[in-house]
């Protein structure tokens, strides 16, 4: 687990899975730039972030990287890693401690999977069981703890299906040049008020490809349809405002290009799991 250097956290829970294992779940806020370390001891660490825009560095096996934190993305830590993280400004960060006696029990083997340490990425099941995990820990009701141990099963199911999965090796996708431009595309009409969505014709077009061609490469590279990719961010962009203003749902909905607050609300709870109100109050309580 982190240091205390972090200080004491301001949610902790500890919850029962059976055979002895218990998953817990711990929510820290800081404002000083610090480092800390994590470390595996027989359990994967699941980082979630609850602020944006800390400036991030990270070293593992001797390699520095840096990235800034976004609201809602996910960094793994391995039961065989030990990680010095620098950080840089207030933080607010939820994380999850799971047994890998978990994993093994998905996977149905006794044998510990190879759990690959990932930094600062979205991962739509992962991001929805951290959400859920942290409105189901603030109670302290039976009913809570049946709900956590089925989060943490969804939890451990979700880690030894990556740990069963290659990475795959994509052919044909989109240069990093081309990529970038369409992410800068999209970024420009997300931040355009009234601009909405850009079509399936636009982002061909920046991407210099006909719109068969292109749709095809986007998903080898992005390992989602463009459709998919633009709503992603368009959620990802209302998950900040939701956190970090207090404008109404209805005008989020609106300046995130939905038709309307409904619309909205149900998108956002069947790609994070929750209301886009019980969101904002979990972040704010």
């Known amino acids: ?5 972090l200080g004491p956290p301001s949610l902790i829970r500890q919850v029962p899975l059976g055979a002895g294992d218990t998953m817990t779940v711990g929510r820290w806020q800081y404002g000083d730039a610090r480092a800390t370390t994590q470390a595996g001891d027989g359990q994967v660490t699941v980082v979630f972030n609850l602020s ?3 400036r991030v560095e990270r070293l593992q096996r001797g390699a520095w990287s840096a990235k800034s934190f976004d609201i809602g993305s996910i960094t793994v830590v391995g039961p065989e ?3 010095i993280f620098s950080v840089q400004g207030h933080a607010d960060i939820l994380q999850l401690f799971l047994p890998v006696r978990s994993i093994c029990r998905a996977l149905g083997s006794d044998k510990q999977p190879a759990i690959a340490s990932r930094f600062q990425e979205h991962d739509p099941e992962i991001e929805r069981c951290a959400l859920q995990a942290l409105i189901a820990a ?3 009701e039976t009913q809570d703890d049946l709900r956590l141990a089925e989060i943490a ?3 451990a199911a979700r880690l030894a299906d990556q740990a069963l999965t ?3 090796h994509r052919v044909g996708g989109l240069p990093p040049h081309r990529l970038r431009r369409i992410q800068e595309l999209v970024a420009h009409h997300l931040a355009t008020p009234g601009a909405g969505s850009p079509s399936l014709d636009e982002l061909a077009s920046e991407a210099e490809l006909s719109v068969f061609h292109f749709a095809r490469a986007f998903r080898k590279t992005v390992g989602a349809t463009p459709h998919a990719y633009v709503l992603r961010r368009r959620l990802e962009l209302a998950r ?5 203003s207090s404008r109404p749902i209805a005008e989020i909905a609106r300046q995130t290009g939905f038709t309307s607050q409904a619309h909205f609300s149900d998108r956002f709870r069947r790609e994070i799991g929750v209301t886009p109100g019980r969101f904002r109050c979990a972040l704010r309580s």
Do not use: G, I, V, Y
């Open 52 to 54: 944006n825009s800390q």
């Open 138 to 140: 603030r109670k302290c």
């Open 240 to 244: 900040t405002m939701l956190a970090t």
């Open 153 to 155: 099963s969804r939890l």
């Open 166 to 168: 290659p990475t795959p």
């Open 81 to 83: 890693d030990e990680t």
């Open 1 to 5: 687990m982190m240091e205390q250097a």
